[in-house]
């Protein structure tokens, strides 16, 4: 207590103020999107360990379904995460028998990963996860409500990609 409070003055209750920290007042939108992407993820986290897969090894599979067998420094790149990251999934994926990865035939330096033929029963798991998180994320937004959502966290995704390369894929604004 402080010496200008008065014995017995109530205090405010932490729990009953906005819920957003102090130090989060001056960017409330960064905070919201930050939890957002937490909860998102781990919902998603939630949806695909029916498929036998860990957050972020949806991104990886997905590469490879739509690219075919690619380097692993072009997947590294496509997904835009740390190597050691990819490197670790694709170790785990490999090990679950969803890709296979061997010497790149035109430059033995370099490495081809591959989804194998088994991960093609994952792909219908993977898009059925992803279409129950989009019902589940966006539940109670109508048609343009989720068309303008779209837009604007496209337009904000834009703005975090203001560096050339920052982005693996650039957003149309």
Request: glycine share 10%.
């Amino acid at each position: 207590m402080s010496a200008t409070q008065e014995v017995g003055a109530p205090q405010a209750d932490p729990v009953c103020t906005d819920g957003l920290p102090a130090a989060a007042r001056g960017g409330p939108v960064s905070h919201a999107i930050s939890r957002v992407a937490r909860l998102h993820r781990t919902a998603a986290g939630r949806l695909l360990r029916g498929a036998g897969l860990y957050p972020g090894q949806e991104f990886v599979m997905m590469q490879l379904w739509d690219r075919g067998p690619v380097r692993q420094s072009e997947l590294i790149k496509a997904v835009d995460l740390d190597p050691s990251t990819v490197t670790k999934m694709l170790q785990r994926l490999e090990q679950a028998g969803h890709v296979r990865r061997r010497p790149d035939p035109s430059d033995g330096r370099a490495v081809l990963v591959e989804a194998t033929e088994e991960a093609c029963g994952l792909l219908g798991a993977v898009t059925g996860a992803w279409a129950e998180l989009e019902e589940h994320t966006l539940a109670g937004l109508g048609p343009a409500e989720r068309s303008q959502l779209a837009e604007l966290l496209a337009r904000v995704e834009a703005n975090l990609c203001t560096d050339a390369g920052a982005c693996a894929r650039r957003p149309e604004a």
